[in-house]
């Protein structure tokens, strides 16, 4: 079994910062990729930000410059620090990561539940 439990999200003001967090446990003998992805009401769920195991990053282009995704590999927690927030960036955000149970055959990619990110304007 494997879990990720995101945390962070909120009410926040256009301008304002906001900081997700996501802890993966569970039987896991190895992780990938791990990323955060955003859906909007009425749209479908995309990328916001990926990171790989080495540290190397990529986002979406509507946030490059505010947003920093960022992990700690001993803790198995990835983040997402998100600063000037606009009233585009209101969704639900899911953390993704790639990783290798045990007693199975191979990578799969895992969900957490998601967590509400509201920007007012």
């Known amino acids: 079994q494997v879990q990720l439990v995101e945390s962070g999200g909120g009410l926040v003001q256009a301008g304002g910062s906001l900081r997700l967090s996501c802890a993966a446990s569970?039987?896991?003998?190895?992780?990938?990729?791990m990323a955060w992805y955003r859906q909007a009401p009425g749209k479908q769920r995309r990328l916001v930000a990926s990171?790989?195991?080495?540290?190397?990053?990529n986002y979406a282009d509507s946030v490059k410059g505010r947003f920093t995704i960022s992990r700690d590999n001993a803790k198995i927690t990835v983040y997402l620090q998100m600063n000037s927030l606009k009233p585009e960036d209101t969704g639900v955000y899911y953390c993704n990561a790639n990783i290798y149970r045990r007693y199975t055959s191979g990578y799969y990619d895992y969900w957490g539940q998601g967590t509400q990110v509201t920007v007012s304007s």
């Open positions: 990171v790989t195991t080495g540290g190397a990053t």
């Open positions: 569970g039987s896991i003998v190895g992780i990938r990729d």
